[in-house]
């Protein structure tokens, strides 16, 4: 059965590795099957994201080898990939269909990209418009605004182009469409958001800028093969912070963890509310930032307010956060997150459901919410709406709540993180 019944942890104790992550797992097999040669990519994470990208670039024409640990990538060069015999499934990563809209409509054949029910109702205007003024000629259902997207690409021009909400998946469309247009492409963000693909590219030896909020990237330059180690995922390792947080007596140690700055605003919020996290042994691998984060329970957390330009920092972790938030003393304020109505749930109101049915005072509007802290959480039948992180932040609030929290849905986690609740049993042995 698709569901998991939790009780309050009485221990959560212990050192393990984060999944590795998924967001530098799917650059990582873009870059390879972009360049020309072989690429080893260490530590990649074999979750259904990532593993959507793979089979995609398998569908167009990439050698791809799964070695355990390790995937070996042949890599065909910016100019050979294949037509695909068939509509190409990205399932339900919203990276695999936007990354690879850059990527398609540069190359002069025909492509469908679908992917299951969630990720047909995700917006994909925001990537179609921008590359069909570059060139290319894309159609999508309900008047180019969803999936299915058929896409008819080819000689690319040049743009400079003003992203209106911040959005890595959409600048880096942009940017891998960018090494088949002609002349400079120049994209700039209202924010930053995560970097990863300006971080990677350049191992691959691509001519990319970065200059605060301005990303420059010129054709021309063929990709080389290279080995990437992908660290750990952040934003796997959030829940179990949160946890060791929020659990008496926890002691939580994780190693190898990615620290980018783009992706670790969570880590500043917690401080702000009184967490005790100390981060040790950073070093640096492929371009990335790792480190190990210590925490422990028993710091009296309190409200913060956090403000739109906080949200990209930490846009994976807003359904943890809320948890955190319904044990922080005063009311904690969460403004300026309306994209996440859009993710693989609206999680703005999943998160308010799903606290109210544990006895949490939680206010909806259009752009966050207002969380009364200091509640008493108590077991309850909880629906994880097929989304991932709304399953992981629950079963860490099913963790704090007095009696059982029955959570639905739970094989939504293997999108990004098999083996979760295989961790979560071990800390609270």
Same mark, same amino acid.
């Given at each position: 059965?698709?569901?998991?019944?939790?009780?309050?942890?009485?221990?959560?104790?212990?050192?393990?590795?984060?999944?590795?992550?998924?967001?530098?797992?799917?650059?990582?097999?873009?870059?390879?099957?972009?360049?020309?040669?072989?690429?080893?990519?260490?530590?990649?994470?074999?979750?259904?994201?990532?593993?959507?990208?793979?089979?995609?670039?398998?569908?167009?024409?990439?050698?791809?080898?799964?070695?355990?640990?390790?995937?070996?990538?042949? +890599?065909?060069?910016?100019? +050979?990939?294949?037509?695909?015999?068939?509509?190409?499934?990205?399932?339900?990563?919203?990276?695999?269909?936007?990354?690879?809209?850059?990527?398609?409509?540069?190359?002069?054949?025909?492509?469908? #990209?679908?992917?299951?029910?969630?990720?047909?109702?995700?917006?994909?205007?925001?990537?179609?418009?921008?590359?069909?003024?570059?060139?290319?000629?894309?159609?999508?259902?309900?008047?180019?605004?969803?999936?299915?997207?058929?896409?008819?690409?080819?000689? #690319?021009?040049?743009?400079?182009?003003?992203?209106?909400?911040?959005?890595?998946?959409?600048?880096?469309?942009?940017?891998?469409?960018?090494?088949?247009?002609?002349?400079?492409?120049?994209?700039?963000?209202?924010?930053?958001?995560?970097?990863?693909?300006?971080?990677? #590219?350049?191992?691959?030896?691509?001519?990319?800028?970065?200059?605060?909020?301005?990303?420059?990237?010129?054709?021309?330059?063929?990709?080389?093969?290279?080995?990437?180690?992908?660290?750990?995922?952040?934003?796997?390792?959030?829940?179990?912070?949160?946890?060791?947080?929020?659990?008496?007596?926890?002691?939580?140690?994780?190693?190898?963890?990615?620290?980018?700055?783009?992706?670790?605003?969570?880590?500043?919020?917690?401080?702000?509310?009184?967490?005790?996290?100390?981060?040790?042994?950073?070093?640096?691998?492929?371009?990335?930032?790792?480190?190990?984060?210590?925490?422990?329970? +028993?710091?009296?957390?309190?409200?913060?307010?956090?403000?739109?330009?906080?949200?990209?920092?930490?846009?994976?972790?807003?359904?943890?956060?809320?948890?955190?938030?319904?044990?922080?003393?005063?009311?904690?304020?969460?403004?300026?997150?309306?994209?996440?109505?859009?993710?693989?749930?609206?999680?703005?109101?999943?998160?308010?459901?799903? #606290?109210?049915?544990?006895?949490?005072?939680?206010?909806?509007?259009?752009?966050?919410?207002?969380?009364?802290?200091?509640?008493?959480?108590?077991?309850?039948?909880?629906?994880?709406? +097929?989304?991932?992180?709304?399953?992981?932040?629950?079963?860490?609030?099913?963790?704090?709540?007095?009696?059982?929290?029955?959570?639905?849905?739970?094989?939504?986690?293997?999108?990004?993180?098999?083996?979760?609740?295989?961790?979560?049993?071990?800390?609270?042995?």
């Amino acid at each position: 059965m698709d569901r998991i019944e939790l009780n309050k942890a009485e221990h959560f104790k212990g050192e393990f590795s984060p999944t590795p992550d998924k967001s530098i797992s799917h650059r990582a097999v873009i870059c390879a099957s972009l360049a020309k040669g072989k690429s080893i990519i260490r530590n990649f994470l074999k979750a259904e994201d990532p593993m959507s990208t793979l089979h995609a670039f398998r569908a167009l024409g990439v050698d791809i080898d799964d070695r355990g640990e390790d995937i070996l990538v042949n +890599g065909k060069g910016i100019h +050979g990939l294949r037509e695909s015999s068939d509509v190409i499934d990205c399932g339900n990563s919203g990276t695999t269909i936007r990354l690879l809209s850059g990527v398609l409509s540069g190359n002069p054949f025909f492509s469908v #990209l679908s992917g299951d029910s969630s990720l047909r109702k995700r917006p994909m205007a925001r990537v179609i418009e921008p590359l069909s003024r570059m060139g290319a000629e894309i159609l999508a259902r309900a008047e180019n605004r969803y999936p299915p997207l058929a896409i008819k690409g080819g000689s #690319l021009q040049a743009i400079t182009y003003s992203i209106p909400v911040a959005s890595a998946q959409v600048k880096s469309s942009l940017i891998l469409a960018g090494l088949y247009a002609s002349g400079e492409t120049v994209i700039t963000e209202p924010a930053k958001s995560r970097d990863h693909t300006e971080r990677m #590219l350049p191992a691959f030896g691509a001519e990319i800028a970065v200059n605060g909020l301005r990303v420059s990237i010129k054709s021309g330059t063929e990709l080389q093969g290279t080995d990437v180690y992908v660290p750990g995922d952040f934003s796997s390792a959030a829940f179990f912070i949160v946890g060791a947080l929020l659990i008496k007596n926890a002691d939580i140690t994780i190693t190898g963890v990615g620290i980018n700055p783009t992706r670790t605003g969570l880590l500043g919020v917690l401080k702000e509310m009184g967490a005790d996290i100390e981060i040790s042994r950073i070093r640096e691998v492929s371009g990335e930032p790792l480190a190990d984060i210590h925490c422990s329970g +028993g710091a009296a957390l309190k409200a913060v307010s956090i403000t739109k330009e906080k949200i990209p920092a930490l846009i994976d972790e807003f359904p943890i956060l809320c948890v955190a938030a319904t044990q922080a003393a005063g009311i904690t304020t969460i403004r300026g997150a309306e994209e996440l109505r859009i993710k693989e749930s609206d999680r703005i109101r999943s998160m308010a459901t799903e #606290l109210r049915k544990m006895g949490a005072e939680a206010e909806e509007f259009e752009d966050g919410l207002n969380i009364k802290g200091r509640s008493s959480l108590k077991g309850s039948e909880i629906e994880s709406y +097929g989304d991932h992180r709304i399953a992981m932040a629950m079963a860490i609030a099913g963790l704090v709540a007095e009696g059982t929290t029955t959570i639905h849905g739970v094989s939504s986690v293997n999108i990004s993180f098999p083996g979760f609740f295989q961790h979560l049993r071990k800390l609270t042995l």
